[in-house]
């Protein structure tokens, strides 16, 4: 059984992924929400609610506490909220860091897949760049998972990329993103130190 703390749990991949760890794990999970009153528990034994703000350095340090893996889905100011993590998880002493940014951050989108979607031409990638910068240059046991653009479909479909090689296909599903979250989760070596992309096999 591992603990695990969900940052972003209200978003979309975050419930997707809440749902696959209470489905096919007996891991305990700490959801992370500016917003509790828009989480329920599912399963009351095995999920805790927890009211913060990752920017308020005592939030993030109480729920870390306790805690084996953080998983990161989330949007917003990503630099700051990636350094507010990193320097957290540093104080408190926990090492597995699973966070979500985007494929394109390395320009490693092919043409065949449309390049137009790479950092290079498309700034608001800065970013999603700039937060992997962060953990990439951390101590922590980290995996940077880089997904195609998500769908709804019920799916795990996919194929992995690693960071120096072309991305494979334009979209993924949520379902599919989940599931690499529960494998990490599960085996702290899979893709420890790496930038994964994730996309449907075209």
């Known amino acids: 059984m591992t603990n695990v703390l969900i940052i972003g749990a209200t ?23 500016r917003r509790p009153n828009r989480l329920e528990p599912i399963d009351s034994m095995r999920e805790t609610i927890f009211s913060g703000d990752v920017m308020k350095a005592p939030d993030l340090d109480k729920a870390i506490s306790g805690q084996d893996v953080v998983f990161a889905s989330l949007s917003g100011d990503l630099t700051r909220m990636t350094q507010a993590i990193v320097e957290s998880m540093k104080r408190i002493g926990v090492k597995r860091l699973i966070f979500i940014t985007s494929m394109g951050i390395y320009n490693e989108i092919p043409a065949s897949v449309g390049s137009s979607g790479n950092l290079r031409t498309n700034p608001v990638l800065q970013t999603y760049r700039a937060a992997a910068d ?46 690499l979250v529960v494998r990490l989760a599960d085996d702290p070596t899979l893709y420890a130190r790496e930038s994964v992309g994730i996309n449907r096999p075209e």
């Not at 749902?19 to 794990?25: D, N, R, S, Y």
């Not at 995996?143 to 653009?149: A, L, M, Q, V």
């Not at 998500?150 to 494979?168: A, C, H, V």
């Open 11 to 33: 978003g979309s991949i975050g419930r997707v992924a809440r749902q696959l760890f209470l489905e096919k794990t007996q891991d305990k999970l700490t959801l992370f929400s």
């Open 134 to 179: 962060i953990i990439e240059a951390s101590d922590l046991d980290y995996t940077i998972i880089r997904p195609g653009w998500f769908d709804s479909r019920n799916d795990t479909d996919y194929e992995i990329t690693l960071k120096g090689e072309p991305f494979g296909g334009h979209d993924v599903s949520r379902k599919s993103i989940a599931d």
